[in-house]
């Protein structure tokens, strides 16, 4: 279980870091969401992978998995939630007013390398 999760986090890494290198905005806003799955994904495991047992500690329990890392993730997923939409609003006002979705800020409007 623990080779799957940290393939999955560096399968989301490697992608979102490949999407946010493009030069148009929406991979780069797909890529940072990849991001942010990809840490979130880590945080959540970085409080040891245990199936079946409860957050809180009781006296029935043999064992008992942390909290702290799923409130982590919990308030992870709402900013980033909050910042996607940000940067969503930023990403189109830019394209109404260039009326391209292209990041270089070298070319001239409507120049292709």
Same mark, same amino acid.
């Given at each position: 279980?623990?080779? $799957?999760?940290?393939?999955? *986090?560096?399968?989301?890494?490697?992608?979102? *870091?490949?999407?946010? $290198?493009?030069?148009?905005?929406?991979?780069?806003?797909?890529? *940072?969401?990849?991001?942010?799955?990809?840490?979130?994904?880590?945080?959540?495991?970085?409080?040891?992978?245990?199936?079946?047992?409860?957050?809180?500690?009781?006296?029935?329990?043999?064992?008992?998995?942390?909290?702290?890392?799923?409130?982590?993730?919990?308030?992870?997923?709402?900013?980033?939630?909050?910042?996607?939409?940000? *940067?969503?609003?930023?990403?189109?006002?830019?394209? $109404?007013?260039?009326?391209?979705?292209?990041?270089?800020?070298?070319?001239?409007?409507?120049?292709?390398?």
């Amino acid at each position: 279980m623990e080779l $799957l999760v940290a393939s999955a *986090i560096g399968v989301l890494t490697a992608a979102g *870091i490949y999407l946010v $290198l493009r030069q148009r905005t929406f991979p780069v806003i797909i890529g *940072i969401s990849l991001l942010t799955y990809g840490v979130n994904v880590f945080l959540f495991a970085s409080g040891r992978l245990a199936v079946n047992l409860p957050p809180v500690l009781t006296k029935t329990a043999e064992g008992y998995s942390d909290p702290l890392p799923q409130a982590l993730v919990l308030t992870a997923i709402v900013i980033s939630f909050g910042m996607s939409a940000v *940067i969503v609003m930023l990403a189109l006002v830019a394209y $109404l007013s260039a009326d391209t979705d292209r990041i270089d800020m070298g070319a001239e409007k409507g120049e292709e390398n």
